[in-house]
């Protein structure tokens, strides 16, 4: 258990419709990270969070977004939803914002779009 | 450009080491890690090296860094049916922290 948690761990929705996603970083940790992990892409970095703002962005689309709230707890809004958005997304949370900090993943949600 | 290869598929028996290879093109990076995910769950973190070490171990797990050829492997001996998922190698580091990931490496163990 790598302390990180994530709800709901699976998530069934229509095309069109908005889902959120949460993760709860491990004790201590300050930042918050979201992968997406999908069949044709594989995993990808999406967005970082460092204690509530904004730290870095990766291959988010713009239909997504993302915030960390002052309990660091973090919430990743998918909405306008489409079949290839269908995937597995991963919180992963460290303790710094450093670039040697190391990320523990949480156990994912599985969205399934149809 | 930031891309992280693996073999897609490794195949041992039980008893053998097996070696996961890696290769990264971002030198920047700072640390290298394994993680390891077993169906249908999350990822766990195997180990790592940092950027200036050649070889790290960890009990049953070697990782060797070659920086020149940027090349990462991971030699887990004594392989078991419990070692069997997919393990991804991910650089990090660099002027972020984000991970880029490897496409993953099947790893079975037969009995």
């Known amino acids: 258990d790598s302390g990180v948690t994530q709800t709901p761990k699976h998530l069934i929705t229509a095309t069109g419709q908005r889902v959120t996603l949460r993760c709860s970083p491990r004790s201590g940790d300050l930042s918050v990270y979201w992968y997406q992990q999908s069949l044709d892409q594989g995993l990808q970095f999406l967005i970082q969070y460092y204690n509530g703002e904004e730290r870095a962005k990766g291959n988010i689309l713009e239909r997504f977004s993302a915030q960390q709230f002052p309990d660091l707890h973090s919430e990743l809004n998918l909405s306008s939803l489409e079949l290839g958005d269908s995937a597995l997304y991963f919180c992963?949370?460290?303790?710094?914002?450093?670039?040697?900090?190391?990320?523990?993943f949480g156990p994912g949600t599985r969205l399934t779009v149809l | 450009g930031e891309d992280v290869e693996q073999s897609l598929f490794l195949s041992v028996r039980e008893g053998d080491s097996s070696v996961i290879n890696c290769t990264y093109t971002d030198s920047s990076s700072t640390y290298l890690y394994w993680y390891k995910q077993e169906p249908g769950a999350g990822l766990q973190l195997l180990t790592y090296i940092f950027s200036n070490m050649d070889m790290k171990q960890d009990q049953r797990l070697t990782v060797l860094l070659n920086k020149k050829d940027k090349h990462l492997s991971l030699r887990i001996a004594d392989t078991q049916t419990g070692d069997s998922a997919i393990y991804f190698c991910?650089?990090?580091?660099?002027?972020?922290?984000?991970?880029?990931f490897g496409t993953g490496t099947l790893l079975a163990v037969q009995p």
């Open positions: 991910a650089e990090g580091g660099g002027a972020t922290n984000k991970l880029i």
């Open positions: 992963a949370s460290s303790g710094g914002a450093g670039g040697t900090d190391t990320q523990y």
